[in-house]
């Protein structure tokens, strides 16, 4: 069983930054790690997603060029870099882990975090 513990959230300006973590315990990590984001009444949005060991990354073509997918394996922790940051990135993001390569589809994920709040104003 591996539980899944974000952090980093919060209220941003447009055009500011925000760095999401993503803590994972419970076994050795050597998941992939993606990260997702879903706004009331609509279908969970791939962000990105990180081979933890490869560190190969994916990325939604709405954040590609915007956002950073990064992960410090000794500390079993996964980030996401969020730049430029836009109004329509306001969302509840959460943090997955399943499968042991990078995928965009929340279905290939078996663990999920509680989620953390970003809003971006304009």
């Known amino acids: 069983q591996v539980q899944l513990v974000e952090s980093g959230g919060g209220l941003v300006q447009a055009g500011g930054s925000l760095r999401l973590s993503c803590t994972a315990s419970?076994?050795?990590?050597?998941?992939?790690m993606g990260w997702f984001r879903q706004t009331p009444g609509k279908e969970r949005e791939f962000v990105a997603a990180?081979?933890?060991?490869?560190?190969?990354?994916l990325y939604g073509d709405s954040v590609k060029d915007r956002f950073t997918i990064s992960r410090d394996s000794a500390k079993n922790t996964g980030y996401l870099q969020m730049n430029s940051l836009k109004p329509e990135d306001t969302a509840a993001y959460y943090c997955?882990?399943?499968?042991?390569?990078?995928?965009?589809?929340?279905?290939?994920?078996?663990?999920w975090g509680q989620g953390t709040q970003v809003t971006v104003s304009s």
């Open positions: 419970g076994r050795t990590f050597n998941f992939a």
């Open positions: 990180i081979t933890w060991t490869s560190g190969r990354s």
């Open positions: 997955a882990a399943g499968s042991n390569l990078a995928r965009s589809r929340p279905e290939e994920y078996n663990y």
